[in-house]
Nanobody, 123 residues
Framework: QVQLVESGGGLVQPGGSLRLSCAAS????????MGWYRQAPGKQRELVAT?????????NYADSVKGRFTISGDNAKNTVYLQMNNLKPEDTAVYYC???????????????WGQGTQVTVSS
């Protein structure tokens, strides 16, 4: 099994910043990628940003967060971060960490989710 522990959510005023962290642990042979998704009330879960674990780490962002959010990873700690700047009320959501891993050599890939952390942007 693989566990994801998220931290860093909270209440912030518009224009403020937050930094989310997510640490993966358990039976991990290799992490292929990690990322953040979010789900606002009444809406579907959507991609925020992803980063691969190979090389320099390729990143992908939702258009709505480009230029404001930055995803980064620490391969040695199996941890991914999401720096969120210039937050807007529409960024309010539960943010979920996701990882795509192999738990054995030449084995299949599996996807795991964290429990979610609330981010509220409000004055």
């Amino acid at each position: 099994q693989v566990q994801l522990v998220e931290s860093g959510g909270g209440l912030v005023q518009p224009g403020g910043s937050l930094r989310l962290s997510c640490a993966a642990s358990g039976s991990i042979f290799r992490i292929n990628a990690m990322g953040w998704y979010r789900q606002a009330p009444g809406k579907q879960r959507e991609l925020v940003a992803t980063i691969t674990s190979s090389g320099s780490g390729s990143t992908n962002y939702a258009d709505s967060v480009k230029g404001r959010f930055t995803i980064s990873g620490d391969n040695a700690k199996n941890t991914v971060y999401l720096q969120m700047n210039n937050l807007k009320p529409e960024d309010t959501a539960v943010y979920y960490c996701n990882t795509n891993v192999q738990i054995a050599h030449l084995g299949p890939n599996y996807s795991y989710w964290g429990q979610g952390t609330q981010v509220t942007v409000s004055s």
